[in-house]
């Protein structure tokens, strides 16, 4: 296992004594060269699970493995800058998540410029490396972020990532703000950047058949706890959990004959606020299949087979 | 198809915007027509000219520095372009309704839902305050917003962002419009939401028999609503027809190409993406032939020089495509046929 988290929470404390439960005990493993996508709505609590990960956000409670080791709770800025050589992240928006007022040479660079084992000229070096490597030319290291478009900003910004030479990357929504056409290029850089450096990846996306494409295995992720984790395919075409199943009901498929074809029965409802949680399963309130305990036991997490667990009681 | 039955006529429609840069050719002879009861999607990337497309015909270009250079756009054979505020409103917001993408900075923060909704009807249909607000419920209930006669009384900040698009909707239809234009109504939602909304479009169509624009960037969503559809790219139509002919028989290799760059859950998952390479053409000058042509893997010499006329693809007058490939002297490419066939096994 590269990474392993125990029962992982992160909880925002909003005043008045009201507490966001964002991540409430996620508990994952995600081996070695291995791409993991988490899919769920918005408000899921999948980004900031992202964050707790690599030292972005600090724990409330649980653990935080990376090779054996525990991550600490808060990262110091020593932490950082131990860490940051292992774990880094691309960002979902390639707009907000480059400084304006730096150039692409200092963007890139800044992480080796931290690291402070580099000259400046070996920085310019590997920054114009990785600049062809992710598709773009040693040219546009002088250039501003506003100079871009949203696919050239988002090779910027995996460039910056990876010329650290991380082992464990977290994609927070690479590819959600981007043109399809440009979407592919942007996961088939991805896919060759994991190839050749043998990189483990979680890719969070909200886009299920891309993440369906570019994972090995999946976990779906609803109000801030793990509902049901599998190989990408197991959980793609045989989802258990009534959410999974909802979820991949709803989304519509790029052919006209299966979508004629298919009922649309959309979701109920709304995902509810994860602000001061009661027990029971989270998804109980809109649940088709829900069950008198439902409301007020939280289900524990069930094997079904090779890697497949869901939490629901149905499978209890 | 009879020709009443056309609600909706656009003839080469052309829109510039001027800039320090130059003026930027947005829309560049742009043609379809809407038939009653139909879903017309228009699908393209960002910068194709979709939105400003239907933001002409509903007069809301701003002039300057937007410029409608040609064309025509006839509702039940009245000219919509070049009118007068006055006159305008009595086409948009009655007989055209229009939903945004994003249902956050398109409603007025300040106003409660109810009283949005109303002034639409107080406006339009000189109803008084009491009565219009009285509807506003029943349009809220139309839409499914639960407890319409509590939520008439908030304020956009205390709706989550399917509701606010509900909320568009019911204010859009009002006036019981015939055509609904709605401007990627899904695409800040989630896929449980977005499942919902296109749902409730779909349900208020057959109901209300309106026909439907649905302008978005995802062949997902057109596959699931479109009647016909219209593919455009720098600013033109490059391809139209109903949605099988665009799926299963498509001639232009750019809905190939967008296509081939969408995972598809049917084949198999180790097929590669294929990404479009490069980038479209720059509108300040757009090139003098087909605007593909830099990134189209089958390109000719022909396709530098001259723009591709409007051909008909395999002697179906609805299916049409600007590609040199359909001119009976054009090589056969074989890869049109091939992508085509990878998708049918799926019958």
């Given at each position: 296992m590269l990474i392993e988290t125990v029962q992982l929470k992160k909880h925002f404390t909003l005043g008045r004594g009201q507490i966001l439960h964002a991540v409430d005990g996620v508990s994952i493993a995600i081996e070695e060269n291995e791409i993991l996508g988490l899919v769920g709505e918005s408000g899921s609590g999948k980004s900031t699970f992202g964050k707790a990960l690599i030292g972005l956000h600090a724990r409330t409670s649980g653990e935080a493995f990376y090779n054996g080791e525990l991550l600490p709770a808060r990262f110091s800025p020593k932490d950082h800058l131990h860490y940051s050589r292992e774990l880094q992240m691309i960002f979902q928006d390639p707009y907000s998540s480059?400084?304006?007022?730096?150039t692409v040479l200092e963007i890139i660079g800044e992480g080796l410029r931290i690291q402070g084992q580099h000259s400046k000229s070996q920085i310019r070096d590997q920054v114009a490396d990785w600049l062809s490597k992710v598709?773009?030319?040693?040219?546009?290291?002088?250039?501003?972020?506003?100079?871009?478009s949203g696919g050239q900003r988002q090779r910027i910004g995996i460039a910056r990532a990876m010329i650290i030479g991380p082992k464990f990357v977290v994609c927070d929504?690479?590819?959600?703000?981007?043109?399809v056409s440009v979407q592919a290029q942007i996961i088939n850089l991805l896919e060759e950047l994991k190839q050749s450096m043998g990189l483990t990846l979680l890719f969070i996306a909200h886009d299920l058949s891309m993440v369906r494409y570019v994972s090995d295995r999946m976990a779906v992720m609803y109000l801030g706890t793990l509902v049901e984790t599998g190989p990408a395919d197991d959980v793609f075409f045989?989802?258990?959990?009534p959410y999974t199943q909802l979820l991949i009901e709803s989304n519509p498929e790029p052919d006209p004959k299966l979508e004629r074809t298919r009922p649309h029965i959309p979701i109920k409802g709304e995902i509810t606020s994860p602000i001061n949680m009661k027990p029971g399963c989270r998804f109980a309130d809109r649940c088709?299949?829900?069950?008198?305990h439902c409301k007020t036991v939280t289900p524990a997490v069930t094997s079904l087979s090779d890697n497949h667990t869901v939490s629901c009681h149905l499978y209890q | 198809m009879p020709v009443s039955d056309r609600i909706l006529e656009v003839n080469d429609l052309s829109v510039e915007f001027s800039t320090y840069g130059g003026n930027v050719?947005?829309?560049?002879g742009v043609s379809f027509s809407v038939i009653r009861g139909e879903t017309l999607a228009i699908v393209g990337e960002s910068g194709c000219g979709k939105s400003v497309t239907v933001q002409a015909i509903m007069g809301l270009i701003p002039m300057p520095p937007g410029r409608i250079t040609g064309g025509s756009a006839k509702l039940n054979g009245h000219e919509?372009?070049?009118?007068e505020a006055k006159e305008a409103n009595q086409f948009r917001g009655i007989q055209i309704g229009m939903i945004f993408q994003d249902p956050m900075t398109s409603l007025?923060?300040?106003?409660?839902i109810g009283d949005q909704i109303a002034e639409t009807l107080m406006v339009h249909?000189?109803?008084?305050h009491k009565e219009a607000s009285e509807q506003a419920v029943d349009l809220l209930e139309k839409t499914h917003i639960p407890e319409a006669r509590m939520r008439v009384?908030?304020?956009?900040?205390?709706?989550s962002g399917g509701m606010l698009q509900r909320a568009m909707i019911a204010q859009s239809l009002a006036c019981n419009p015939s055509i609904l234009i709605a401007d990627?109504?899904?695409?800040?939602?989630?896929v449980t939401i977005q499942s919902q909304i296109l749902e409730l479009m779909a349900e208020l169509q057959r109901t209300e028999n309106m026909s439907i624009i649905l302008i978005t960037h995802d062949l997902a969503v057109v596959a699931r609503m479109a009647d016909r559809v219209a593919v455009m790219y720098a600013g033109q139509i490059v391809e139209m027809g109903s949605v099988d002919d665009i799926f299963y028989?498509?001639?232009h290799p750019y809905t190939l190409g967008l296509k081939s760059a969408m995972p598809s859950?049917?084949?198999?998952?180790?097929k590669k993406l294929m990404p479009i390479a490069g980038s479209p053409p720059d509108l300040f000058s757009p090139p003098?032939?087909?605007?593909?042509f830099a990134r189209c893997?089958?390109?000719?010499?022909l396709c530098e020089e001259r723009q591709p006329e409007e051909f008909v693809v395999q002697g179906r007058q609805d299916h049409r495509s600007?590609?040199?490939?359909?001119?009976?002297?054009a090589p056969k490419v074989d890869a049109l046929h091939q992508n085509n066939a990878d998708r049918s096994h799926v019958d």
């Open positions: 480059l400084n304006p007022r730096m598709g773009l030319h040693a040219d546009h290291m002088s250039r501003y972020p506003h100079e871009f929504e690479p590819i959600s703000a981007l043109d045989e989802p258990k959990h088709p299949k829900v069950m008198e | 050719k947005a829309v560049r919509l372009l070049g009118l007025n923060p300040t106003m409660t249909r000189g109803k008084s009384k908030q304020y956009p900040f205390e709706f990627e109504p899904t695409t800040a939602l989630d028989e498509s001639s859950n049917i084949g198999d998952r180790d003098q032939g087909c605007g593909y893997p089958y390109a000719m010499h600007r590609c040199w490939l359909q001119h009976q002297d």
